[in-house]
T-cell receptor, first 116, second 116 residues
Framework: AQSVTQLDSHVSVSEGTPVLLRCNYS??????LFWYVQHPNKGLQLLLK??????LVKGINGFEAEFKKSETSFHLTKPSAHMSDAAEYFC??????????????FGTGTKLQVIP | GAVVSQHPSWVICKSGTSVKIECRSL??????MFWYRQFPKQSLMLMAT?????????EQGVEKDKFLINHASLTLSTLTVTSAHPEDSSFYIC????????????FGPGTRLLVL
């Protein structure tokens, strides 16, 4: 069984300061991991993904995440927050061997607030 | 590339009516589409996985007679909420898989359903 835990339901940072959104996962296999962003009343946009290539993954809008197998973590970071980064962020794990087809599990989400 | 659309974006209906939501992959062929439901301030819950030309696979607890899914072509899947009731009010999001590797899902903008 796979699971994903987003440790913070709400993160607040000042504009221009670093962002850290934490995600830990559990999977019986080598998972694929994703971060998605959802702005209010909008669909989800893929920020970045890890699929067993480089452990440090760079995404759009200056975000990046590092896959750490020993810590079962996939934290999302950005050096300097922008007002437009305020949104809900979801960490997602995809297990390629679940029931013979790809199955994804979403974290509960982290709401990022950026203070001017 | 990899754009997924949903129609309608908003729907308000009376209790007892049926509502059809369309999910289209605009610039790629989607062999698999997924339907999710999102309650306010909560994460996405997978409802069903739809493969083109075959019956959808529903998650535990999802009524397949209530939520009819049809994946008639490689670019279109539909979700019909039959005899909708107020408790069916929610944000419904579809995703499609076909490019960027089998693990990556691309999400539609969502459909907000309000049943009066």
């Amino acid at each position: 069984a796979q699971s994903v835990t987003q440790l913070d339901s709400h993160v607040s940072v000042s504009e221009g300061t670093p962002v850290l959104l934490r995600c830990n996962y559990s999977s019986s296999y080598s998972p694929s991991l994703f971060w998605y962003v959802q702005h209010p009343n909008k669909g989800l946009q893929l920020l970045l993904k890890y699929t067993s290539a480089a452990t440090l993954v760079k995404g759009i809008n200056g975000f990046e995440a590092e896959f750490k197998k020993s810590e079962t973590s996939f934290h999302l970071t950005k050096p300097s927050a922008h007002m437009s980064d305020a949104a809900e962020y979801f960490c997602v794990v995809s297990d390629p061997n679940s029931g013979g087809y790809q199955k994804v599990t979403f974290g509960t989400g982290t709401k990022l607030q950026v203070i001017p | 590339g990899a754009v997924v659309s949903q129609h309608p974006s908003w729907v308000i209906c009376k209790s007892g009516t049926s509502v059809k939501i369309e999910c289209r992959s605009l610039d790629f062929q989607a062999t698999t589409m997924f339907w999710y439901r999102q309650f306010p301030k909560q994460s996405l819950m997978l409802m069903a996985t739809s493969n083109e030309g075959s019956k959808a696979t529903y998650e535990q607890g999802v009524e397949k007679d209530k939520f009819l899914i049809n994946h008639a072509s490689l670019t279109l899947s539909t979700l019909t909420v039959t005899s909708a009731h107020p408790e069916d009010s929610s944000f419904y999001i579809c995703s499609a898989r076909g490019v960027g590797g089998p693990e990556t899902q691309y999400f539609g903008p969502g459909t907000r359903l309000l049943v009066l």
